[in-house]
């Protein structure tokens, strides 16, 4: 569980912000519920609905009371920024054309209006609107980071896929290459803001038309994301802070055990900036556990509370069959009772696959199975109703068979 304090709010806030107008994003972001405060009785929408309503609230909140919209005033430049920004969807660099100043003035009036949203977004959240009374909150609300065995390439072609359009609109082309296959166990809302951020900020930033993105393994054995942007020659890392947002990325990473490292490169051919995200790869063993009943995988994965185990549920037998030859877990558990194809004819097509023949298998029964178990090739075999001690017992002696008897 992490406190989200007034700078995780903050943080919060940003990603709400990046994903103003993208539905799916604003509708599976798990902290909405964890932050914002619930719904009034006569609001219709969806939560992804009402987040964006709230923030396109507060956005307005910042307008200036009186007069029309003037470019020129200080006083207009915070709402004029961020309802250009969020609201429309126009670029850093088309704002400071538009409001006609620099783009290094643009960037720090940009903080300086989001600070401002942060602290009207805080307050709200905090007190309740008069329009719709809520109790104060007593202590910072909270929310927790969902972990998931996730395959670093395709997550990352995923946020390729999404931003496609608004990178085409730019001129801009990303070419990802190098994606071995990684796991990585971390929380996938987090990982794509992350990733997110980084290509709209080398967007802004680039000094020219092709990004480079590529996935590696280090000997440490950490999970390498590089991100490589072409610079202008003029272009110094001293100007990196003002013109992205690293302190929050530095949150993200930071609550999902990672680390950003950038460096600058020059060759004759010109200038490029690295990023490097640092992940760690999952070091926790993976358990397939097969069962057409979700309540089964979920009392499993409470089983599994506080081990070394990650587990992945699987409730068929294509499905399982896929996952493990996807996932190569250390050990997989298997319901001989389900419909269509039973574990009996799985038990076999896992024994013949090459690629999963070695994976020592449970079979879970409620009936009296296990010789016939073993002699299909089971490594082992656990008489329904399991208890998390008839279970934590049968992988330790998966894992230490010479020590236990």
């Not at 990603?15 to 799916?24: G, P, Q």
């Not at 309802?83 to 783009?103: D, F, K, N």
């Not at 600070?115 to 109790?135: K, T, Y």
């Not at 089983?303 to 185990?309: A, I, P, R, V």
Request: overall charge negative; glycine content about 6%; charged content about 20%.
């Amino acid at each position: 569980m992490v406190t989200l304090d007034r700078q995780s709010f903050g943080e919060f806030i940003k990603v709400i912000l990046d994903d103003l107008f993208d539905t799916a994003a604003l509708e599976t972001n798990p902290l909405i519920e964890k932050v914002l405060l619930p719904p009034p009785p006569t609001f219709r929408g969806s939560r992804g609905e009402y987040a964006r309503s709230r923030i396109l609230e507060a956005i307005e909140h910042l307008r200036p009371p009186r007069g029309e919209p003037n470019l020129a005033s200080p006083e207009w430049r915070p709402y004029l920024i961020l309802s250009g920004r969020y609201v429309e969807g126009v670029s850093l660099t088309e704002l400071a054309e538009r409001l006609a100043i620099s783009p290094r003035q643009l960037r720090r009036d940009h903080h300086k209006a989001l600070d401002a949203l942060i602290n009207l977004c805080w307050e709200l959240e905090n007190a309740g609107q008069p329009q719709h009374p809520a109790e104060h909150l007593a202590e910072p609300p909270s929310f927790e980071l969902s972990n998931e065995l996730l395959d670093l390439a395709e997550t990352l072609k995923g946020v390729q896929t999404l931003l496609a359009g608004k990178l085409a609109d730019a001129g801009i082309d990303v070419t990802i290459g190098g994606l071995e296959r990684l796991l990585v166990i971390s929380d996938r809302i987090v990982l794509r803001q992350i990733f997110l951020n980084m290509l709209n900020a080398a967007s802004g930033f680039s000094g020219g038309k092709q990004l480079y993105v590529d996935v590696q393994r280090e000997e440490t054995g950490r999970a390498v994301i590089n991100l490589r942007v072409p610079v202008n020659p003029d272009w110094q890392m001293g100007s990196l802070a003002e013109e992205c947002d690293t302190a929050s990325m530095n949150y993200w990473l930071q609550a999902i055990q990672a680390s950003l490292e950038s460096e600058l490169f020059t060759y004759p051919t010109g200038k490029v900036f690295n990023w490097r995200v640092l992940l760690p790869l999952a070091q926790q063993k993976v358990i397939l556990v097969v069962d057409d009943q979700e309540a089964a995988i979920t009392m499993f994965r409470r089983y599994l509370t506080q081990t070394g185990y990650h587990l992945v549920g699987a409730t068929s037998a294509d499905q399982a069959l896929s996952l493990a030859e996807a996932l190569n877990p250390q050990v997989i558990t298997l319901d001989v009772m389900m419909p269509g194809q039973d574990g009996w004819e799985l038990l076999q097509r896992l024994r013949l696959n090459s690629h999963t023949r070695h994976i020592p298998i449970l079979v879970c029964s409620a009936w009296a199975d296990r010789d016939l178990s073993l002699s299909l090739g089971a490594a082992g075999f656990l008489k329904k109703p399991i208890t998390q001690r008839m279970l934590l017992d049968a992988l330790m002696q998966l894992d230490h068979p010479a020590e236990v008897r």
